[in-house]
């Protein structure tokens, strides 16, 4: 038996014994998650962080399928992963050995992929019949969901679209969690990397504080004016937090997904590397 047949005999399996959590049915809307992933190391480590993401796999209807906005893929227009077995991608250099030993290896979920490019044909979608996944989505998942047995798709960031135009795409996205599509912005709400402090007693700065405190207080309130940053001269932490907008931006698509009946609720608050906030959010 094929890995892809096999993947969907044993969802198949889960979904009607309601293994890993609970069974996914028609009528479960799914909520929308966006996870502050950090470094990749976190994949090999066991903390509060990475404990919390096996707890939020637990608690979560089991997905057909994940559909995974990281900060890590951007492209010039928005482009699905079309592959039908993904594979680990070590976008990154420098780390310990180990770490390029880790896989995840779900399955993709081609008919998904070409459902969604058709759902964002007005924004010129293409698929990417080779791409893997990035380590803003492998790092994640091989927490959140450890056997590797829901199908993953990524969607490309497109460099070309208006902050605001990412919010209305994720609109878009959001039809899919009447459909079992578990949708996931993997990014950060502080990412700065030449203010890290990676010393054992590394201390959060006021500013990176100040900054995510100001996203999550924007959250609750829906402050659309904040959250796209619409006059960054009222906010100047804005430059200090993200020098390029890549890691703030996947928040967004999940914001988009999300309705006004949807509960907001942060599973996970704290720093890494005394600025990098790993803040993880909740809607519905």
């Known amino acids: 038996m094929k890995r892809r047949d096999l993947l969907k005999a044993v969802m198949s399996i889960m979904a009607a014994h309601s293994l890993g959590g609970t069974a996914y049915a028609s009528t479960t809307k799914m909520p929308v998650l966006f996870i502050g992933h950090g470094s990749p190391m976190n994949v090999l480590r066991d903390n509060p962080f990475t404990q919390h993401l096996n707890r939020l796999g637990e608690s979560l209807p089991v997905p057909r399928a994940v559909l995974v906005i990281s900060a890590h893929w951007l492209a010039d227009e928005p482009t ?54 990035d380590h803003g989505a492998w790092t994640v998942l091989h927490h959140l969901y450890p056997k590797a047995n829901i199908p993953v798709v990524q969607l490309a960031m497109s460099r070309n679209l208006k902050i605001e135009e990412h919010l209305e795409l994720g609109a878009v996205l959001g039809q899919l969690r009447n459909e079992g599509v578990l949708i996931l912005g993997s990014g950060n709400i502080v990412h700065n990397l030449r203010r890290l402090d990676r010393s054992p007693d590394a201390v959060t700065p006021d500013w990176a504080a100040e900054f995510d405190e100001m996203i999550k207080t924007a959250l ?25 907008i890549e890691h703030y931006v996947p928040l967004l698509y999940a914001l988009g997904a999300a309705t006004e009946d949807d509960e907001i609720s942060f599973p996970y608050e704290g720093f890494d590397s005394g600025s990098i906030s790993m803040r993880s959010v909740k809607f519905g």
Do not use: I
């Not at 991608?89 to 290896?105: I, R």
């Not at 609750?220 to 390029?244: G, I, V």
């Open 80 to 133: 699905l992963s079309s592959t039908e077995e993904p594979d680990t991608m070590y976008d990154f250099g420098g780390f310990p050995d180990a770490l390029y030993e880790v896989s995840y290896p779900c399955m993709g979920e081609p008919d998904l992929a070409s459902q969604v490019g058709d759902d964002l044909a007005q924004y010129r979608s293409e698929l990417d019949e080779h791409r893997g996944l």
């Open 220 to 244: 609750l309130q829906r402050n659309f004016d904040q959250l796209l940053a619409r006059d960054k001269s009222k906010y100047p932490l804005w430059a200090l937090s993200h020098p390029t």
